[in-house]
């Protein structure tokens, strides 16, 4: 039986100011290994494993960033368990800092996120008239003030994340491993891909998080779901339930059904859409242009408005459980059958308003 040792590896662009432990993989500020592999060369007499140790020294010297290291059997064990605590934080980096774009200013490890810088020359009829650079993808590193450190483990979303990378798969609910696989996934989308790939994986990542069998009328069931989490009219609104009658997103069974009442509605002139429904359907239709139709950059926008959504809903999904106790997807299909999500529709939110639509929608 192969023995378990900690490996340690660079987290590119990314600063603390402490020790940092999410998970099990525990983060280290830039200078923390290099300390470690001198305070091990002090101590030691062997010529080969002072030669050794220098070398190790050497190169953590060259890494001018922070370090995570995960126990492990094997380099690509360790690599697994750690991008699943660097995905939990980047969410969390998006989370404490919501009016930020963090899209070219994110962490990982090599391999997973990097940058470039590209020489361009320019001509006109075979004379050279200008040229230049461009940076690719990151194009710069973060660091979490200590703030954030100290304010991670009282967060109760980020707790409940933490506590479910600490336990192993099989004694994982149903929700800690649809969270723990769908934040993993989402990481993957970053800006070192083009956007329609970035789409893609986010609706998969949705999917993941609030999907089920069969696949017939999931899109449906998903954007259900999360409308029912993040539908405010304004902060402090409660979800639909007793005070607040569902409206027929909820209720109606089917996309189908969902159409035909908009068109109903907007027939009688009456408010019609609702972007927290809408928004998640937008984005499986995305998806599904990029994988049947060859949609490119040019037919697919709104990217960044895609991520925000699924990381509001993601966040949202997260407080609702932490707060509840919910083990699994039933649990919340049973609580918005109880706001009246199976009953007779309601009519539309007021908040609906906004976003009115056409029989195209």
Same mark, same amino acid.
């Given at each position: ?119 361009? %020359? ?14 690719? %993808? ?37 929700? #800690? ?9 989402? #990481? ?123 990381? #509001? ?6 407080? %609702? ?41």
């Amino acid at each position: 039986m192969t023995k378990a040792r900690r490996f340690h590896f660079p987290v590119l662009y990314l600063h603390i100011p402490d020790r940092w432990v999410v998970g099990e993989v525990e983060f280290a500020p830039e200078g923390t290994l290099l300390q470690a592999i001198e305070a091990a060369r002090a101590t030691e007499d062997r010529a080969t494993r002072q030669q050794f140790l220098a070398v190790l020294a050497e190169r953590a010297g060259a890494t001018s960033c922070a370090t995570a290291s995960a126990c492990a059997t094997t380099t690509d064990e360790a690599m697994e368990v750690i991008r699943g605590s660097i995905a939990v934080l980047r969410l969390y980096q998006r989370a404490r800092h919501r009016r930020i774009d963090f899209d070219r200013q994110t962490f990982g490890l090599p391999g997973d996120i990097g940058s470039a810088v590209v020489d361009h %020359w320019e001509t006109e009829h075979d004379r050279f008239v200008g040229g230049g650079l461009m940076r690719l %993808w990151n194009l710069g590193s973060f660091t979490f003030p200590a703030e954030d450190l100290r304010a991670f483990p009282a967060d109760r979303r980020f707790n409940y994340l933490d506590q479910a990378l600490r336990r192993p798969i099989g004694d994982r609910t149903d929700f #800690e491993e649809r969270f723990l696989k769908a934040i993993r996934f989402m #990481e993957r989308a970053n800006s070192m891909l083009e956007d329609p790939i970035r789409v893609v994986l986010l609706a998969a990542a949705l999917e993941l998080l609030l999907g089920d069998e069969p696949m017939k009328g999931r899109a449906h069931r998903v954007a259900r779901r999360a409308a029912y989490l993040t539908c405010r009219e304004e902060p402090g609104l409660p979800r639909h339930g007793s005070s607040r009658p569902a409206c027929f997103y909820l209720a109606a069974i089917s996309r189908n059904e969902v159409e035909a009442e908009m068109r109903r509605l907007r027939a009688a002139g009456q408010p019609n859409a609702c972007s927290f429904y809408l928004d998640v359907a937008d984005l499986s239709a995305d998806r599904n242009a990029v994988l049947h139709e060859a949609a490119g950059a040019d037919l697919i926008e709104g990217r960044s408005h895609h991520q925000s959504r699924v990381d #509001e809903i993601i966040l949202t999904t997260l407080e %609702w459980v932490a707060n509840t106790g919910a083990g699994g997807l039933r649990d919340l299909d049973v609580e918005i059958e109880a706001a009246g999500g199976a009953a007779a529709p309601a009519p539309v939110c007021a908040v609906s308003a906004k976003a009115e639509v056409t029989d195209g929608a």
